[in-house]
């Protein structure tokens, strides 16, 4: 199986696409998805970790050879006013919105990936090209 070079957000054309590098795990914003990336001989698999967001309120998409996960969260703000029966005193949750952009190697089929959600966590499946999928053997000699 052959190493996958993945560059992190736009840090990766300067950090040259390594993500043992630490700087490319870094996002500028403060906020980030946390995601794990591994590869088998036929497909690379992305999970990100998303918990308390609503499926609909997810995007996956596709810009060229780069994946991109957003996702946004609404709370009403409801300040110090009464509501039902229940006053708030002090409400920090608010709107917020998350993304995630990972540059994939050539060798991903990104017009097969499939998508699941459960439990907290997006998993993406890109499988490998066929041209690229690794068919090493050994060859009897005669």
Do not use: C, W
């Amino acid at each position: 199986m052959a190493l996958a070079l993945f560059g992190d957000d736009l840090l990766s054309p300067f950090l040259g696409g390594h993500l043992s590098n630490s700087l490319a795990n870094t996002n500028n914003y403060g906020r980030s998805i946390p995601i794990d990336i591994s590869e088998t001989e036929r497909e690379f698999s992305v999970k990100a970790d998303v918990p308390g967001i609503d499926k609909n309120r997810l995007k996956v998409y596709q810009d060229g050879d780069v994946l991109s996960i957003s996702a946004e969260t609404k709370h009403e703000n409801k300040g110090d006013k009464e509501e039902k029966g229940v006053k708030y005193h002090r409400v920090e949750r608010s709107s917020s919105f998350v993304k995630r952009s990972i540059r994939m190697p050539d060798s991903a089929d990104l017009s097969q990936i499939k998508a699941a959600y459960k439990d907290g966590t997006l998993h993406l499946s890109i499988p490998k090209k066929e041209k690229e999928i690794n068919r090493n053997r050994q060859i009897a000699i005669e």
